[in-house]
T-cell receptor, first 112, second 110 residues
Framework: SQTIHQWPATLVQPVGSPLSLECTVE??????LYWYRQAAGRGLQLLFY??????ISSEVPQNLSASRPQDRQFILSSKKLLLSDSGFYLC???????????FGNGTRLTVT | ELKVEQNPLFLSMQEGKNYTIYCNYS?????LYWYRQDPGKSLESLFV?????AVKQEGRLMASLDTKARLSTLHITAAVHDLSATYFC??????????FGEGTQLTVNP
């Protein structure tokens, strides 16, 4: 069966520090991969999605970037965090056009 | 730009009562999804609706889709406390992207 792993679960980082969040999927090949952010009490905002290695689309201009070094690995990064980057970051995958997204457990990021 | 609006955003109801959550979207789409999120947790897929008139049921929840009206409903029958959570609808846009509504925070009181 397919599983998605996301880490770390929680993170507290100072303003201006770098960020690296990692997500891996097991049990499937060539998945579509997504990074979403959820502000407290709000809906989900799509940040990046990828349909293959080195095929990444950015949805919202910001100081975040994403990379997909391997088929089932998706990384969210920042060189310098802002206070506004705080939130709940969710990685997700699917691999069929009509299938729902399957979400990881999320990373709660607090920028201080 | 696709807009997805849910209402109500907050819903407090008593156990045993029925209620409906509405999800309206602004442009044509052929796929709609419902998710559940418990406090502090990730999202869990509830329903996938792929065609006009689609109806799916699981326990006390029933979801339907009217693509002509650009409307989906999530109906709760005889609510129980375990249904307390935030419910999101999500609409498929181009490519592989989903646009989520703001969520409906449901509290079921004994």
């Amino acid at each position: 069966s397919q599983t998605i792993h996301q880490w770390p679960a929680t993170l507290v980082q100072p303003v201006g520090s770098p960020l690296s969040l990692e997500c891996t999927v097991e049990g499937t090949s060539n998945p579509n991969l997504y990074w979403y952010r959820q502000a407290a009490g709000r809906g989900l905002q799509l940040l990046f999605y990828s349909i293959g290695i080195d095929q990444i689309s950015s949805e919202v201009p910001q100081n975040l970037s994403a990379s997909r070094p391997q088929d089932r690995q998706f990384i969210l990064s920042s060189k310098k965090l802002l206070l506004s980057d705080s939130g709940f970051y969710l990685c997700a995958w699917n691999n069929l056009a009509n299938s729902p997204l399957h979400f990881g457990n999320g990373t709660r990021l607090t920028v201080t | 730009e696709l807009k997805v609006e849910q209402n109500p955003l907050f819903l407090s109801m008593q156990e045993g009562k029925n209620y409906t959550i509405y999800c309206n979207y602004s442009t044509t789409s052929d796929r709609l999804y419902w998710y559940r999120q418990d406090p502090g947790k990730s999202l869990e897929s509830l329903f996938v609706l792929l065609s006009n008139g689609a109806v799916k049921q699981e326990g006390r929840l029933m979801a339907s889709l009217d693509t002509k009206a650009r409307l989906s409903t999530l109906h709760i029958t005889a609510a129980v406390h375990d249904l307390s959570a935030t419910y999101f609808c999500a609409v498929h846009t181009s490519g592989s992207r989903l646009t989520f509504g703001e969520g409906t925070q449901l509290t079921v009181n004994p």
